[in-house]
C-alpha cells in the first residue's frame, strides 16, 4: 500500500482573484480523489521560516465557499523569499540572508512530499531555484499582469480587465458631460495586457502602453482631431509601465533590487499634465485605479482557469512532474516547465491582434 502523501500549498507575490479558488480545488481533487493531506503555509514560504511555523492544515469544510471570495485565505507577500529572507544584523540593519536550505530541512521535517507555488514571474523564479536544490515542487500562474511566458493566460487578469473596464464605462459619462480628457493611469507593470483590453472594451480613444513608447504630440493632435469632428471629450487609457519616446517608465520608489523592488506609477499624471499644456482650454483630469484591480468577486472565467489550474497541479504531483508548472494553451490545461516560463516576460508584440484591432478601429496608441 502506497504513502499517504502530504502537500503544501502557498500563494506568493501580489494578491489576485482567483487564489483561493485554486486552494479549494486543490484541496479538493487532492483529498477527495487521492486521499491525501493538505497543509497551507501563510504568508508564501515565510509560513514555514518563521518560529513558531505559520501554517494551517486544508480540509474540506476551510475551502468551503471560496470560490466567489477575492484575496487569499494563506496570505501573501511580494518582498523577500527563502533566498533574500530579510533580517536584522546585529547592527540593526535590514538585511537579506539565504534561507533555502533551513526552508528544505524544515520542510522534511513536517513529512511535505510536494509542494504546489501558486505565483507569478518571481515566485515561479523561487520554485524553480527549490526545485534545482532538490524540492519536488509544482507551479501554478498567476498574476493580473498577464505577463508569465508559456501561458496565453493567467488567473486574476480577467477580473481585473472587468474592473478596469468598468471604471472607463464610468469615465465616460463623466468625460462627455463635461468635455474633459479623462486619463485613467492602469497597472500590469512592463505589459500592457490589461491597459489594452480594457481600452479596447471600454471604447478608448487612447491606449498608451509600455511596449510602445509614446509621443504626447501625436496623442494630442488626434485629440484635436477628435474635437474639430464634434467629439469635445476624450478617454485616455495609460498602462503604469507606459514610457515616452526617448524616455523610461515612471518608477516612484524603489526597494531592494530587481524588477518586482519597483514601484511604478506617475506616468499618469504625467500625461495629465503635458496634454493639458499641448490642448490649451481642454480640461483633463487623472484617475489611478491602483488596487482596485487586486480585489473584489473574481470573474467566472478567473474561477474557472484557477479551478483548472488547481486540479491539474494536483495531477502533476500524482504523476511526480516536479519542476513543472500548469498552462493554459489552446483551451487546454498543459505542464510547461517552470524554466521555460520564467525565461522572458510575456508582453504585448507589435503586430499582436490587440494592436491591429486597436488600430483597426482608430485608437490612438501614441506612435
Known sequence: MSKKKKILVLTGGGDAPGLNAVIRAVVKHAIGTYGWEVIGSQVAFNGILEDPMRIMPLDLKTVSGLLVRGGTILGTINQGGPFTFPVKNEKGVLVEIDRSDELLARLRRLGIDAVINIGGDGSQRISQKLFEKGLNIVGVPKTIDNDLDCTEMTFGFQTAVETATDAIDKLHATAESHDRVMVLELMGRDAGWIAMASGIAGGADVVLIPEIPFDLDKVADHIRARDARGHHFA???VA???????GD????????????NRVLGGVGDYVTRELAKKLGGMETRCTVLGHLQRGGVPAPMDRLLAT?????AVDLVAQEKFGY????????????????????????APDHNLVKTARALGISLGD
Open 235 to 237: 478617454i485616455v487609457v
Open 240 to 246: 503604469e509601465g507606459a514610457k515616452p519616446k526617448d
Open 249 to 260: 517608465a515612471f518608477v516612484k520608489e524603489k526597494a531592494g533590487v530587481g524588477r518586482n
Open 308 to 312: 483548472r489550474f488547481g486540479a491539474a
Open 325 to 348: 508548472m500548469v498552462a493554459y494553451q489552446q483551451d487546454n490545461i498543459v505542464p510547461v516547465k517552470i524554466a521555460d516560463a520564467i525565461q522572458r516576460y510575456r508582453t504585448i
